[in-house]
């Protein structure tokens, strides 16, 4: 099988540019997993193989929970691929919540699945909302990790903005380890080009 880094460049997913992250850092890539995940069967192949290592793990999962947007179409298929429910929260005025009707059992087993893992953060604010509804949050998933969270059986070090909890696993298929910097602090500002969203601008 090809490398995750393959996929994503194949797809037109990896970008270079000048990019402003979700988390409100500056990066020169960008990884657009919807360019990857637009192809329902690379979709399947990367849940598969992602829920390989969860089910190895012995870990089980009812549930699995993803914030939207980006997280939906993983966790969609990483549900399938582990036979358990799918559902995803979304922020309404910056909160995030749980709407749609979708509800959540006292010690349901939930995994949070986003797309990518930088910091972490969303995925935090979605176990959050499920967790105050009586969730056993299992384990976090994404097909690919920023270099700044630890995935499972990696030898890479956590850091110290990574926001997910040390006590529950995370997953993930493969490291993208690329430079991300402070908005204050980015040699592509000191440049003189401007950061953008990756969306905003027809990507
Ligand atoms: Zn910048």
């Given at each position: 099988?090809?490398?995750?880094?393959?996929?994503?460049?194949?797809?037109?997913?990896?970008?270079?540019?000048?990019?402003?992250?979700?988390?409100?850092?500056?990066?020169?890539?960008?990884?657009?997993?919807?360019?990857?995940?637009?192809?329902?069967?690379?979709?399947?192949?990367?849940?598969?193989?992602?829920?390989?290592?969860?089910?190895?793990?012995?870990?089980?999962?009812?549930?699995?929970?993803?914030?939207?947007?980006?997280?939906?179409?993983?966790?969609?298929?990483?549900?399938?691929?582990?036979?358990?429910?799918?559902?995803?929260?979304?922020?309404?005025?910056?909160?995030?919540?749980?709407?749609?009707?979708?509800?959540?059992?006292?010690?349901?087993?939930?995994?949070?699945?986003?797309?990518?893992?930088?910091?972490?953060?969303?995925?935090?604010?979605?176990?959050?909302?499920?967790?105050?509804?009586?969730?056993?949050?299992?384990?976090?998933?994404?097909?690919?990790?920023?270099?700044?969270?630890?995935?499972?059986?990696?030898?890479?070090?956590?850091?110290?903005?990574?926001?997910?909890?040390?006590?529950?696993?995370?997953?993930?298929?493969?490291?993208?380890?690329?430079?991300?910097?402070?908005?204050?602090?980015?040699?592509?500002?000191?440049?003189?080009?401007?950061?953008y969203?990756p969306g905003s601008r027809g990507n």
């Open positions: 099988m090809k490398s995750l880094e393959d996929i994503y460049r194949d797809a037109g997913a990896y970008l270079e540019g000048h990019f402003l992250l979700s988390s409100g850092k500056h990066s020169k890539f960008y990884l657009q997993s919807a360019k990857v995940l637009e192809n329902p069967k690379t979709a399947n192949l990367l849940a598969e193989k992602l829920s390989q290592m969860i089910k190895k793990s012995g870990i089980k999962v009812d549930t699995v929970c993803s914030p939207a947007l980006g997280g939906i179409l993983a966790g969609y298929e990483l549900a399938r691929a582990l036979d358990a429910r799918f559902i995803f929260t979304e922020r309404v005025d910056k909160v995030m919540t749980l709407r749609r009707g979708f509800e959540v059992k006292k010690n349901e087993n939930i995994l949070i699945c986003e797309d990518i893992i930088t910091t972490g953060g969303s995925a935090l604010e979605a176990a959050k909302v499920v967790e105050a509804d009586g969730a056993n949050i299992v384990a976090f998933a994404a097909l690919a990790n920023r270099g700044i969270c630890k995935r499972q059986d990696a030898k890479t070090e956590k850091k110290s903005q990574c926001k997910l909890p040390d006590d529950i696993p995370f997953f993930a298929l493969d490291d993208f380890t690329f430079e991300i910097y402070d908005s204050d602090n980015c040699p592509l500002c000191l440049d003189g080009t401007i950061a969203k």
